[in-house]
Structure formats: C-alpha cells, structure tokens
T-cell receptor, first 110, second 116 residues
C-alpha cells in the first residue's frame, strides 16, 4: 500500500508546454524527495524538501512542499523531450523506509 | 564505477526455484536499502541495513525473503521457492548517513526478476 498519491498517472505533452504534477498524502513527512526514473535504471534524486512551504528551483523545475508537509508539487517550465521519464515522490516519516508514490509517467513529444 | 551496482540485471526463474540477488553499494556507505518495484508502481520498501545490522525487515512480504550484509558492504537478497507474484524489479540503494537524518539514496539499476 502506497501512502503517497501521485497525479496524474500519465501525462503526454508537446515540447515547450508547461506542466505540474502532484504528490498528496494524509500523512505528515519530515522531508519529501522527488526522483526521476528512466527505463532500466534506478531512480535518481532531483531534490529534497524539508520545511513546510519550501520552494526549490532546479533549472526549469520548481518543487514546492505544502505548508502542512503532507503534499508537494513539481512544475516544469518549457518541457523538453529529455524531461521524459517516471517522476516519483517519496516521503520520509522518520522510520527507516522511504514511502514512494506510484509515479507520474511523463512523455514530452518533440 | 563509483555507483551502486546490482547483479544479475535480469533473472528468469522457474516457480519454486531459489534466487539470490546481489548489491554492491557505494564504498563507505553506511546504509543499504532493498526495494521491490512492481510493473507500473513505485518502489516498495523491503528491508534496511546499517552497516551489517539489519535494523528493519518489516517490508519483506514473506518468510521466503531473506537479506544479509555480513561484512557491512555487499548485500544479498535471497528469495526461496519463488512464486509468480515475486516477479518485479528489485532495487538496491545506499546512503552515506544513518537514520535520523535527511539522506540521499543512490539507487542501483535493479534486477528484473521474472518467475515463470
């Protein structure tokens, strides 16, 4: 059972468009991480957010942690084909395990 | 290379066979995690080691699953009497830090297990 709900499950857009994907939970997390996973590879960490309301930018990617530390969003500006992949969020509730969502599978068409 | 490596990358097993999956973490990393990723899903936690100590095995789905890290570096995940529902990608991740801190996990490429 995955505590984190990600939406949308699938997203297909044209190059140059903007998009936002969401990660929601009823649980509070001490931190939340976003990963990108490509076929045949393990997830690669993009960012960690720790403070409620925190916003972090990584080039064209903007990550926000909800004020209550239960949800997060990832916004991509001017998407490129290289952004294609599975975007996973994972929450740390101070146990040993990171709880992952099922991911949003993004396809950016040239 | 300096990353996490896993072997084999692909494994096909007949139902009832035993399998052993290996993980070589980044040298010096204290923490090691195993995850199971079913098709179309995110990774699900299986077990966690800090050095050679298995501190959490709450995610192991049955007593057919066993993991070890005897010298605090390489880890092996063993699955006995494999079943079709065991088919998945098994991911290993390592981290430089122990628990109680926000840590970055580095993942290996995974082992894709198919049970026929």
């Amino acid at each position: 059972t995955q505590l984190l709900e990600q939406s949308p499950q699938f997203l297909s857009i044209q190059e140059g468009e903007n998009l936002t994907v969401y990660c929601n939970s009823s649980s509070v997390f001490s931190s939340l991480q976003w990963y990108r996973q490509e076929p045949g590879e393990g997830p690669v960490l993009l960012v960690t957010v720790v403070t409620g309301g925190e916003v972090k930018k990584l080039k064209r990617l903007t990550f926000q942690f909800g004020d209550a530390r239960k949800d997060s969003s990832l916004h991509i500006t001017a998407a490129q084909p290289g952004d294609t992949g599975l975007y996973l969020c994972a929450g740390d509730n101070n146990n040993n395990d990171m709880r992952f969502g099922a991911g949003t599978r993004l396809t950016v068409k040239p | 290379g300096a990353g996490v490596s896993q072997s084999p990358r692909y494994k096909v097993a007949k139902r009832g066979q035993d399998v052993a999956l290996r993980c070589d973490p980044i040298s010096g990393h204290v923490s090691l995690f195993w995850y199971q990723q079913a098709l179309g899903q995110g990774p699900e936690f299986l077990t966690y080691f800090q050095n050679e100590a298995q501190l959490d095995k709450s995610g192991l789905p049955s007593d057919r699953f066993f993991a070890e890290r005897p010298e605090g570096s390489v880890s092996t995940l063993k699955i006995q009497r494999t079943q079709q529902e065991d088919s998945a990608v098994y991911l290993c991740a390592s981290s430089a830090l122990g628990t109680g801190a926000t840590y970055e996990q580095y993942f290996g490429p995974g082992t894709r297990l198919t049970v026929t």
